[in-house]
């Protein structure tokens, strides 16, 4: 039987698992950590449990696809639930206001809120669906370093939408263009940070990200985030990919332009004719393939934001927070200055507060609740992240607490912080970025690193930081298209 090693146990890597396993290839997955998820992992603090990375989740259909290629029921390993509220906004003004599921019912909301014909909000959120209708099949679902790509029927889809794809304008711009409430404006601008992005450099055709959220719908797993990698790992141990933990790759072993194999810090070789590395790609090349020359105008792009996460026991529930929660800044333009041109925390930072336990009560105590507070920060440059933490944490509490009248001092009962240095420690994530790099530039998707090696046969990549980008469905979708690209086992 063909060999296939994948290097890392992230989402990306457990799809690739799966996809290559069902292909016909005995699969090892090699982590170095004690567990599967990289990002997506969970711990529990005091009775709490906490997902500890992503919070949000779309495109469910691109997990289950995964159970439906095995010959699975995927409601047998995994089941979720569309949120009729997605989020619950604080702007810096005082007002509040509910996304709603319905696009109807959301752009009424905004009409009463903030005085915008309702009709001018579904147009936005139409066409929002229209760029991505005429983009994904090319930009995420293909490879977009194979000719083939570009002379199939789906690059047609794009050429009547290109003057909609707003190429030459940023996201903001595209967007105060089009409202004139300020707050709005932020609302949607905030799309950017989905993949660690400047709303006021990337271009505006991320303004195809609410259309993800607002039309095919936000959802909550039964049981949390971390119950996508749990059903996925039990759906690869089923069709025969062994996991090793504790087992981090030193080395792919290449001869002759072709890959061999893996050496892991044991000194154990495991031989393979296809390699997948998962793991972050400027390390894999940094330190998997010192003997390969690196891509350097790819690995030296311009890395996504980080997070700083504080992980709250929370012993008094808030009836007015839901699953999704934030909190803004009052100069959204002077906070990504702070993140992206000074490399610093905002000290008006906007704060998302997701609780769980809001769906899946045992994740906290009786009468409590579990708080994830994410800031977006900049990736690690060496900042004194020290010092950034301990002032962010208590501009964090001070502005939530104004925000819900209270001292939320008082309900803290237990505490764990997660920042950009702890998450490149704990996941190899090249300087903490959350998301690979950043898609700031209008040619980030061009300059993504592909997923296959156009030097050495068998070697390909899948995850966050490569074509097609960061997020859970990207990533997904890198291990579908490795699993495009990688030879039929036998040939
Ligand atoms: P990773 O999660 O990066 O995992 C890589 C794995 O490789 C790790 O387990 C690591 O230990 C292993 N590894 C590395 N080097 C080696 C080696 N040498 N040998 C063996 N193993 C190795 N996305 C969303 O869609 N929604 C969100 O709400 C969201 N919020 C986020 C919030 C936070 C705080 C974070 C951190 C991320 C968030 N993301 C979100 C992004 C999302 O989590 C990632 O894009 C996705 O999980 C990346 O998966 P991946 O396949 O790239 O693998």
């Not at 900042?383 to 950034?388: E, F, H, I, M």
Request: proline share 6%; with cysteine.
């Amino acid at each position: 039987m063909n060999q296939a090693v994948v290097i890392g146990a992230g989402i990306g890597g457990i799809a690739a698992s799966i996809r290559l396993a069902v292909q016909g290839y005995a699969v090892t997955v090699l982590e170095a950590n004690a567990t599967f998820g990289g990002k997506m992992t969970q711990f529990t603090l005091n009775g709490y449990r906490f997902d500890k990375g992503p919070s949000l989740f779309t495109m469910p259909h691109l997990v289950d696809e995964l159970f439906t290629l095995a010959g699975r029921n995927p409601q047998d390993y995994f089941r979720y639930q569309r949120l009729d509220i997605i989020t619950q906004y604080f702007f810096a003004d005082g007002t509040r206001l509910t996304a709603y599921r319905e696009p109807e019912k959301f752009a009424r909301e905004v009409e009463q809120k903030f005085k915008i014909p309702k009709e001018k909000v579904t147009a936005y959120l139409a066409k929002s669906a229209r760029m991505y209708d005429a983009t994904a099949d090319t930009f995420l679902h293909k490879s977009l370093h194979q000719l083939s790509t570009y002379f199939s029927a789906d690059v047609l889809k794009t050429i009547p939408v290109l003057p909609e794809l707003g190429l030459t304008t940023t996201m903001h711009a595209a967007n105060a263009k089009q409202f004139k409430d300020k707050r709005l404006v932020q609302l949607l601008d905030r799309f950017a940070t989905y993949n660690g992005s400047d709303p006021y450099q990337a271009p505006a055709t991320l303004n195809l990200i609410p259309h993800l959220e607002h039309n095919l719908g936000a959802f909550y797993p039964e049981g949390g985030i971390y119950a996508i990698a749990q059903s996925l790992v039990k759906l690869a141990t089923e069709l025969g990919v062994v996991f090793r933990y504790h087992e981090k790759v030193e080395e792919i072993l290449i001869q002759s332009n072709q890959v061999i194999g893996v050496r892991t810090a044991q000194q154990a070789i495991v031989p393979a004719e296809v390699v997948v590395s998962n793991m972050d790609v400027v390390p894999t090349y940094r330190k998997l393939l010192p003997q390969l020359k690196a891509p350097e105008k790819t690995l030296q792009q311009p890395r996504s934001s980080s997070a700083l996460i504080f992980y709250w026991g929370i012993n008094r529930e808030f009836p007015e927070l839901h699953l999704h929660n934030i909190f803004f800044s009052k100069d959204y333009k002077k906070e990504f200055e702070h993140i992206f041109q000074h490399k610093t925390i905002s000290p008006d930072p906007t704060v998302y507060v997701n609780i769980t336990s809001k769906f899946s009560p045992e994740d906290a105590p009786e009468a409590s609740e579990n708080w994830f507070v994410m800031v977006n920060v900049p990736h690690n440059s060496g900042q004194n992240w020290v010092d950034l933490v301990e002032v962010t944490r208590e501009t964090v509490i001070r502005k939530l607490s104004q925000a819900l009248h209270t001292d939320l001092n008082a309900y803290i009962t237990c505490e764990q912080a997660w920042d950009p240095v702890g998450i490149e420690a704990d996941t190899s994530s090249f300087a903490g970025a959350l998301y690979g790099s950043s898609s700031n530039n209008r040619l980030a998707a061009f300059l993504r690193h592909p997923n296959f090696s156009s030097k050495v046969k068998g070697l390909f990549f899948c995850g966050g930081s490569v074509h097609p980008g960061g997020g859970i469905p990207l990533s997904l979708l890198s291990a579908k298209i490795v699993s495009s690209l990688v030879p039929q086992p036998g040939t």
